[in-house]
């Protein structure tokens, strides 16, 4: 938002805390979006819902209402089981949101979509943003914002502008990781 129209628009603030902090609208959710589409909430087993308790939901309401929509497709006519659902059965939530959260990379936090961009760009050198978005299957949108961020930490520079720009890992951050900055020299 332009900084004044955020002001005009900011009349009242609510805050809505996350979805792993508000488990009991989990069931309630989880009917809405089976109702959706023209399910009902027995179909869920009650293992499946269990487990829908007990996920944290670092991807909040969105994570939520994919999870069923992928599960009302694996699923079919029959019952929603645990498998469908798609959820690590196997790691604690703590585990799952340490799979998706944020992490530090020599004293920087970054999420584990864009260390699998450095990753990438150790292997390959450089890399575009429509590159950084199939890599990690985020929106263009969402793909601007992490490389930007990226930017601004120090972590990569460009070179080019707009759709023609080009990402390389900073000269800082390869001497940290022992490579040295890759030319297109012959």
Avoid: C
């Amino acid at each position: 938002f332009r900084e004044d129209l955020y002001f005009r628009l900011n009349v009242i603030r609510i805050e809505v805390p996350s979805l792993g902090k508000r488990k009991e609208d989990v069931p309630a959710l989880a009917e809405a979006f089976l109702r959706e589409v023209g399910r009902p909430l027995s179909a869920l087993s009650p293992r499946a819902l269990e487990r829908l308790l007990s996920h944290e939901w670092p991807g909040n309401v969105r994570e939520l209402k994919h999870t069923i929509e992928r599960a009302v497709l694996l699923a079919g006519a029959g019952p929603i089981e645990t498998r469908h659902l798609g959820l690590d059965e196997r790691a604690p939530p703590e585990a799952l949101w340490a799979q998706t959260g944020k992490t530090s990379f020599h004293g920087i936090v970054l999420n584990r979509r864009q260390l699998a961009l450095v990753d990438f760009l150790r292997a390959n050198g450089i890399a575009t943003n429509r590159e950084y978005v199939k890599l990690v299957h985020v929106s263009v949108p969402t793909g601007w914002r992490d490389l930007n961020d990226l930017v601004s930490k120090g972590v990569v520079t460009t070179e080019g502008s707009a759709r023609s720009t080009i990402y390389r890992l900073a000269a800082g951050i390869e001497r940290k990781l022992g490579k040295s900055p890759t030319t297109d020299a012959p």
